[in-house]
């Protein structure tokens, strides 16, 4: 169970303080896979690098199994939007570098990592360097990678933000199965309101700068989900609104044009 | 076949054809320009007579060889020894990095043969004194680059590692700072090496009674200019195969993650 309890973060900068997020509150249930969306620059990176370890709130405390997270440890695996595999490494040593510094005897982790590999699909890539993988190929290594060090969260910041449309609902679908397969708890930060109407148990709708919870969605259908059916649209409308209310109240700042889509915060 | 691989040869021939012209026209016009033009082996040996020096010094240039690589060998080992883990200590540490970085600022524009008489007075006229100077040439650019290369280490990997559970300040740098910054290290080496053999030659043109550089100067006393451009024909050859050698040593390592990392060609 991981509780965000009153997180706020504040960040001193040269032209004054911006406040990124305030007082979350938030019960992930195990096993759940959460959706964060919300305006550009809204704090939701921020809110999971807290998560991560990476950053410290400024006030407030995250707990996982009532442990109290102050720095990042192997308890959760993040995937980053930006491709983060080791460039000189394989992928397969790619995989196992989590194993590898838990001192992991090599055709153990080999194992382990071939394992995980065959689970994305890149059982026949072990051998090659990330700069030979398609941009979709490497977030699946780095999918393989966080479970292959077995976390018990998988944090993910816009995973597939930068693989192109068709890739991304391939690897959507493909997240799904081994969401199933490995049962972690997945939080998962999107700009695509279709991409959290296809994943998420429930959406957590963060407002405009300083980034609040302003709803969270419980989305209560059966997976698969038809993307194009009539009660994902009854949400989609919903979120759609939402967050169109919340970009208008972020207008009176500097992101006003950044939209949905692009950018990311 | 057979025609096929006899059209391979002659691409091949036609390829280096203009080059080897090129040399060829270089060393007609230097004899001719020597011989006819000039007239005065003082001033200007001709291609025959460095030819001729070459045979009559064959002896001799074999230990003399043995003996600038000494001196560069020794230079080059400390100027790696020192200026690897510096450049390590202060790309990672910023306290290490204030702290030198006056210090190297104000050493780094002094050139290397302006430590000759100090060299003398501390070591003696040996061959750790001739290595000394090598050593001061070659340890700023492996020092800078190697501040460069940890410098530039993306901060995404160094996070992607911490969430896999590197969080140690030595884990860090040994499994991930210091491969990204291998290519950088190798472009410092590079450079290094040839300030080194500058050095080498500068070195033992003032303290030494042996070595390439000291032949230079010898030869030049006695008027046998044609010794002189034997001996600085040899020094540009050996210069270009330790360089080529280099680079051929770190493209294999390197190529299977990066390729054609080691700057300039």
Known sequence: ??????????????????????????????????????????????????????????????LLDSKKITSPDSERGMVFQEYSLFPWRRIIDNVSFGMELKGVPKHERYETARKFLKMVGLDAFERSYPYELSGGMRQRAAIARALANDPKVLLMDEPFGSVDAQTRNILQGELLRIWNETRKTVLFITHSIDEAMYLADRVVVLSARPGQIREIIEIGLDRPRVRTSVEVNVIRERLLGLLMEE???????????TGLELGSD | MAAGAGSVKAVRRRRYGVEIASLFVLVVIWQLAADNLVGNAFILPSFTEVMASFYTLQGDMLHDIQISLMHFG??????????????????????????????IEIVRPIPPIAWIPFAIIWIGLTHTSAGFIVFIGAVFPILINTHAGFKNVSKVLIETAMVLGCTKNYDLIRKVALPSAVPDIAT??????????????????????????????HWKDLHRMDHVMAYMILLGFISLSIDRAFRCLVERRLSGWRKGIVAGS
Do not use: H
């Open chain 2, 74 to 103: 020794i230079g080059m080992a400390a100027g790696i020894g020192v200026g690897v883990p510096f450049g390590v200590a202060m790309g990672w540490f910023r306290t290490i990095d204030r702290i030198f970085d006056p210090i």
């Open chain 2, 188 to 217: 410092g080496i590079r450079i290094a090496m040839g300030v080194a053999w500058m050095c080498v030659v500068a070195a033992e043109m003032f303290g030494m009674t042996s070595g390439l550089g000291y032949n230079i100067w």
């Open chain 1, 1 to 62: 169970m991981l509780t965000v309890s009153n997180i706020s973060r504040v960040f001193e900068s040269e032209t004054g303080e911006v406040e990124a997020l305030r007082n979350i509150n938030l019960a992930v249930r195990d096993k759940e896979f959460l959706c964060f969306i919300g305006p550009s620059g809204c704090g939701k990176t921020t809110l999971l690098r807290i998560i991560a370890g990476l950053d410290q709130p400024t006030s407030g405390e995250v």
């Open chain 1, 247 to 257: 970009r208008t109240r972020g207008c009176g700042e500097t992101v006003c044009w």
